[in-house]
């Protein structure tokens, strides 16, 4: 079993899709291992985010994570990192397949309502920048 750290992000919290994406984890088999509400500082951020410095989208980037109640959250299934970015679909939600969470929640690339580790070691960073191991259960 794989675990990978899924997070709805601000936009689809305060637009009031949370439920709707939990019951959909549910219902695509993942375990939730984990889960909390909290928000995000500007410093937490800009490290989470830290390898996309560079990047002109940077500074927004950051702010919008940190603009609002976050769903952070630990999720188990036989490839659980690519199984949750299939689900989320695109990264631009224009681009986004029908049925995905960025389709249905999205409103734009930068406002793109869920975020999924992209590799086992970044899986790894993020859970443990995110969660003690008592919060795994
Ligand atoms: P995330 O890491 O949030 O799960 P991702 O892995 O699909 O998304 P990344 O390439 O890691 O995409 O980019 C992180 C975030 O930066 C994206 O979710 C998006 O909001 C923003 N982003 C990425 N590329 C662009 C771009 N070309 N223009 C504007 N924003 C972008
Ligand atoms: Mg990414």
């Keep these: 079993m794989e675990r990978t750290y899924a997070m709805i992000k601000p936009d689809a919290v305060k637009a009031g899709n949370a439920g709707n994406i939990i019951a959909r984890i549910e219902a695509e088999g993942f375990r939730i291992v ?31 994570l940190a603009s609002g109640p976050v769903v952070a959250m630990v999720l188990e299934k036989d490839n659980a990192i690519k199984a949750w970015r299939d689900l989320m679909g695109a990264t631009n939600p224009a681009q986004a397949a029908e049925g995905t969470i960025r389709k249905l929640y999205a409103t734009s690339i930068d406002e793109n309502a ?9 899986a790894a960073q993020e859970i443990a920048f995110f969660f003690t191991t008592a919060e795994l259960v």
């Design 34 to 64: 984990g889960m909390k509400q909290i928000r995000v500082s500007l410093a937490q951020s800009q490290l989470f985010y830290v390898v996309h410095e560079a990047r002109p989208f940077y500074n927004g980037l950051t702010e919008f």
């Design 114 to 122: 869920a975020h999924g580790s992209d590799a086992p070691e970044t």
